[in-house]
């Protein structure tokens, strides 16, 4: 049965690097077949796409986070990673992983919460 | 980029009712459209993909239709455990992939 589980730090400083891991069991993530997002929900607010990352490491990002978003594979690993920089409060949400299965997010973590706050 | 727009924003129905959701989209998706369910606290559920077609083990009383831009999720016979919000997808020339902004469904 496929899950995903993100993890990384729950409080990061204004101006630093937001760094989440998404650890993949169930499934290899060495599948052609699928992509693997990021999808992030401020407090209150709908869902938002972040960008998503191959096996091959080819990436799609959104384009208003473009600039400051890193999206990386370790197939080694089974993981896939998200870095968010230059971090605001308005970067406070819950951060989901996610498999896209074509255009389907069809299996999702069970989100991590990152507050922005020094 | 496309742009989706759901309607309502929130709704409140009895238990027995007939709930329909809308999804307008900025410009022709054909059937690119996905619904999902997020009930408080959790991650998001996909229910229908392909605009009508209902995911393995999904209740048949969440049913989906639309194409073009115009796009109707309905729940019939509201339970309440359907109490969550529903958000539509949008993925026909990805990237980016774009959510509609959600709608509320409450127990009256």
């Known amino acids: 049965q496929l899950q995903l589980q993100e993890s990384g730090p729950g409080l990061v400083k204004p101006s630093e690097t937001l760094s989440l891991t998404c650890t993949v069991s169930g499934d290899s993530i060495n599948s052609s077949s699928f992509f693997w997002g990021w999808i992030r929900q401020s407090p209150g607010q709908g869902l938002d796409w972040i960008g998503s990352v191959r096996n091959n490491g080819n990436t799609y990002y959104s384009p208003s986070l473009r600039s400051r978003v890193t999206i990386s594979v370790d197939t080694s690993k089974n993981q896939f990673s998200l870095k968010l920089t230059s971090v605001t409060a308005a970067d406070t949400a819950v951060y989901y992983c996610a498999r896209l299965a074509g255009g389907d997010l069809d299996c999702w973590g069970q989100g991590a919460l990152v507050t922005v706050s020094s | 980029d496309i742009q989706m727009t759901q309607s309502p924003s929130s709704l409140s129905a009895s238990v027995g009712d007939r709930v329909t959701i809308t999804c307008q989209a900025s410009?022709?998706?054909?059937?690119?459209l996905n619904w999902y369910q997020q009930k408080p606290g959790k991650a998001p559920k996909l229910l229908i993909y392909d605009a009508s077609t209902l995911k393995t083990g999904v209740p048949s009383r969440f049913s989906g239709s639309g194409s073009g831009t115009h796009f109707t999720f309905t729940i019939n016979s509201l339970q309440s455990e359907d109490i969550a919000t529903y958000y539509c997808q949008e993925y026909d020339n990805l990237p980016p992939l774009t959510f509609g902004g959600g709608t509320k469904v409450e127990i009256k």
């Open positions: 410009q022709d998706i054909s059937n690119f």
